[in-house]
């Protein structure tokens, strides 16, 4: 077919040219420039229609004996929520406030109900360790520490390993954004020493950019379990124990994990070096480069000098101030967000800009409001009691760690830790509870394993995608790796892990 001449040129708009305006009047105003047509982009209708037809088919789905009909219309909104989560039609907060409005629609609860999860002070604590965690990148505190840590154990790649491992550690109680942790602070380290190596993703990657790239991720999954505010599930799962009657402090958290995660920490690497072993043997030029990279930093500067202050106290005062100033983790979150308000370590417009904590906010407030719903209902109770007659037979401690297997394998299904946690955590606390398992024991051990089976697969987690993405590891040899590592964690924190809760009283 000929092309019409008189019709746009190759690569120009198909779109007729508007007829010209008019010339204004002399001496009139000139008409202020159109704005440019936003672009629609509509949600993709298959991805939505998933929820949506899991939500309605559940709807109209006779509930089970013993489920009032409001607990399992929760529970089909709920589910239609979790679904659209995974399937993501659009983000993961719009997708919840979709969750929130439909069951003030559908008249399954009031709007105030709805509402409640805005005013739990737990969410709060995780948002503003979020500002927290902002003021630790801004000053370069992050990048200093693990300059250092490299400057002082980089000799060889597992001295690399260490170093980044103890970078991840330092920053981890202060910083609940784990993807913030792996992919701004520790991938460009990673990325920066693999490079100066001649590692670079394809037939290099395992001179050394494969065993870094593994055992940041895996590093990543160990630290986030350690600390209540290391990882944003964390405090959901602390939230779901306490609707339950199981009280987990940040103290009791970090106390309980300290000795699995330290032995995690130190066995870890090993593992993924015998896994997956780096080609180069010595580094002795990275050492030496961040010692360099740490002279022209120079001292700290006020800011970071500030904000290690403030890292500092607050570890504290998590510790120490409930029993001893009966100050909740929230408020002395909130006390170290005004010290840097009023320090100008932070501005406001930090604050406001920090948009993954206010989207943190959303969805948080949204899926603890339903999971406090289901359980005031009676379906969790319910679903918790059909669970634990399946296990009935055992001893506590057989069926806890047959629950424990299964809620970590079922992480196959589930692209967020989050998600995961909503969906299950609560009904196998509950299983277990009635099982005869120590309830503190058994809440943290859920706890932990809540970050610990993000180490299956390459889309497991928010950092996942960050480090898979640098290309350094195929999917084979991660799912590989996830595997083996998975089995040696559950050995250190539920081996290991079990004695020392033992010993410190927890069962």
């Known amino acids: 077919?000929?092309?019409?001449?008189?019709?746009?040129?190759?690569?120009?708009?198909?779109?007729?040219?508007?007829?010209?305006?008019?010339?204004?009047?002399?001496?009139?105003?000139?008409?202020?420039?159109?704005?440019?047509?936003?672009?629609?982009?509509?949600?993709?209708?298959?991805?939505?229609?998933?929820?949506?037809?899991?939500?309605?088919?559940?709807?109209?789905?006779?509930?089970?004996?013993?489920?009032?009909?409001?607990?399992?219309?929760?529970?089909?909104?709920?589910?239609?929520?979790?679904?659209?989560?995974?399937?993501?039609?659009?983000?993961?907060?719009?997708?919840?406030?979709?969750?929130?409005?439909?069951?003030?629609?559908?008249?399954?609860?009031?709007?105030?109900?709805?509402?409640s999860g805005f005013s739990n002070t737990t969410i709060w604590l995780i948002v503003v360790a979020f500002f927290i965690s902002r003021g630790v990148i801004k000053t370069g505190l992050g990048a200093r520490l693990a300059l250092f840590f490299v400057s002082r154990l980089g000799r060889s790649p597992l001295g690399l390993a260490y170093g980044l491992a103890a970078t991840d550690l330092v920053l981890a109680p202060a910083t609940p954004s784990n993807t913030?942790?792996?992919?701004?602070?520790?991938?460009?380290?990673?990325?920066?020493?693999?490079?100066?190596?001649?590692?670079?993703?394809?037939?290099?990657?395992?001179?050394?950019?494969?065993?870094?790239?593994?055992?940041?991720?895996?590093?990543?999954?160990?630290?986030?379990?350690?600390?209540?505010?290391?990882?944003?599930?964390n405090p959901l799962a602390a939230q779901l124990a306490g609707d339950q009657g199981v009280d987990l402090s940040w103290g009791t958290w970090a106390l309980a994990a300290i000795v699995p995660g330290l032995v995690a920490l130190v066995v870890v690497p090993l593992v993924v070096r015998a896994v997956d072993p780096p080609e180069v043997r010595r580094t002795p030029e990275a050492a030496e480069r961040a010692r360099t990279a740490l002279r022209a930093l120079g001292p700290l500067s006020a800011g970071e000098k500030v904000m290690t202050g403030t890292?500092?106290?607050?570890?504290?005062?998590?510790?120490?101030?409930?029993?001893?100033?009966?100050?909740?983790?929230?408020?002395?979150?909130?006390?170290?967000?005004?010290?840097?308000?009023?320090?100008?370590?932070?501005t406001w417009d930090d604050v406001k800009s920090e948009t993954q904590a206010w989207d943190t906010l959303v969805w948080f407030a949204v899926l603890v409001m339903m999971a406090t719903q289901l359980n005031a209902l009676g379906l969790i109770p319910w679903l918790s009691g059909e669970m634990?007659?399946?296990?009935?037979?055992?001893?506590?401690?057989?069926?806890?760690?047959?629950?424990?297997?299964?809620?970590?394998?079922?992480?196959?299904?589930?692209?967020?830790?989050?998600?995961?946690?909503?969906?299950?955590?609560?009904?196998?606390?509950?299983?277990?509870?009635?099982?005869?398992?120590?309830?503190?024991?058994?809440?943290?051990?859920?706890?932990?394993?809540?970050?610990?089976?993000?180490?299956?697969?390459?889309?497991?987690?928010g950092p996942a995608p960050v480090l898979f993405g640098s290309g350094y590891v195929p999917v084979v040899r991660w799912w590989r790796t996830g595997g083996v590592v998975a089995v040696v964690n559950i050995a250190v924190w539920m081996g290991v892990g079990g004695l020392w809760m033992k010993a410190i009283g927890l069962w």
Do not use: K
């Open 1 to 115: 077919m000929d092309q019409d001449t008189t019709g746009p040129g190759p690569g120009a708009s198909a779109t007729p040219a508007p007829a010209p305006e008019p010339a204004p009047e002399r001496g009139a105003e000139p008409a202020p420039a159109a704005p440019a047509a936003q672009r629609l982009r509509p949600v993709p209708l298959v991805r939505m229609a998933i929820p949506l037809v899991v939500g309605v088919v559940l709807w109209f789905v006779p509930p089970p004996e013993g489920v009032d009909a409001p607990a399992w219309h929760m529970f089909a909104i709920f589910v239609a929520t979790i679904v659209g989560v995974i399937a993501r039609p659009l983000p993961m907060g719009a997708v919840t406030i979709v969750g929130l409005v439909a069951t003030v629609v559908t008249g399954v609860l009031e709007p105030a109900e709805a509402l």
């Open 180 to 233: 913030a942790r792996a992919g701004g602070i520790i991938q460009p380290i990673v990325r920066s020493i693999a490079s100066s190596y001649g590692s670079e993703p394809g037939p290099t990657s395992r001179r050394i950019g494969s065993y870094l790239t593994s055992t940041a991720f895996h590093v990543n999954a160990v630290t986030s379990a350690m600390f209540l505010t290391a990882m944003a599930g």
């Open 311 to 346: 890292i500092v106290g607050l570890l504290l005062l998590w510790t120490l101030g409930d029993a001893l100033l009966d100050l909740s983790a929230t408020t002395t979150a909130l006390i170290g967000l005004v010290v840097l308000l009023l320090t100008g370590v932070l």
């Open 388 to 461: 634990a007659a399946l296990v009935g037979d055992m001893g506590w401690q057989q069926a806890f760690v047959l629950l424990t297997l299964v809620y970590f394998a079922t992480h196959y299904l589930f692209a967020s830790n989050t998600a995961h946690i909503s969906a299950m955590y609560a009904a196998f606390l509950a299983t277990a509870i009635m099982a005869g398992a120590p309830p503190v024991f058994a809440a943290l051990v859920l706890g932990f394993i809540s970050s610990l089976f993000a180490s299956l697969t390459h889309y497991s987690c």
